[in-house]
T-cell receptor
């Protein structure tokens, strides 16, 4: 099936550092979503982007919807230990009753206190 | 947890047995989804529903069936479980035009 190219696959950083991850696609999306998944839990929505060029923040998290509509990035500033987890991007193809999300394989983030 | 309850949370069963997983929502949302999550594959859509009795296949639907007889419940059935269906299964819901929200998952082991 179709998947997004999400990078990096994993990151190991020191507490306080900034983090950047991105997703690219060969397809155009009209919505980009970023989720975080903690061990043993389901993905939780962090940020939703609906417009090309849109830049949206949620606390220390900032995400942007690429101008070409084929990419998006997520930045985390001043990382803390609770940022540990797997971050997923997802693009939405929305046509009628077809609301399937196309997913990246995730970025695993580890933070050293 | 966005008003989503998955049951059971854990299940161990044997190859060839039928298994039904339940997703219950209290949000009255139109769309419901079933995913499986496996290492190296991320989240893959099995089936989804866009209303009562309205369902469609996802990318990995073989070996799975679903039913939605009322808005709040979406059932996933493995008619004859195989070891390749060992996975973590997630249900998600969404209102029209809004992002999906996920349950906490069901960990299914088929021996």
């Amino acid at each position: 099936g179709q998947q997004l190219n999400q990078s990096p696959q994993s990151m190991f950083i020191q507490e306080g550092e900034d983090v950047s991850m991105n997703c690219t696609s060969s397809s155009i999306f009209n919505t980009w979503l970023w989720y975080k998944q903690d061990p043993g839990e389901g993905p939780v929505l962090l940020i939703a982007l609906y417009k090309a060029g849109e830049l949206t923040s949620n606390g220390r998290l900032t995400a942007q919807f690429g101008i070409t509509r084929k990419d998006s990035f997520l930045n985390i500033s001043a990382s803390i230990p609770s940022d540990v987890g797997i971050y997923f991007c997802a693009g939405l193809l929305n046509a009628g009753n077809n609301r399937k999300l196309i997913w990246g394989l995730g970025t695993s983030l580890a933070v050293n206190p | 947890d966005a008003g989503i309850t998955q049951s059971p949370r854990h299940k161990v069963t044997e190859t060839g047995t039928p298994v039904t997983l339940r997703c219950h929502q209290t949000e009255n949302h139109r769309y419901m989804y079933w995913y499986r999550q496996d290492p190296g594959h991320g989240l893959r859509l099995i089936h989804y529903s866009y209303g009562v009795k309205d369902t469609d296949k996802g990318e990995v639907s073989d070996g799975y069936s679903v039913s939605r007889s009322k808005t709040e419940d979406f059932l996933l059935t493995l008619e004859s479980a195989t070891s390749s269906q060992t996975s973590v299964y997630f249900c998600a819901i969404s209102p029209v035009g809004q992002p999906q929200h996920f349950g906490d998952g069901t960990r299914l082991s088929i021996l």
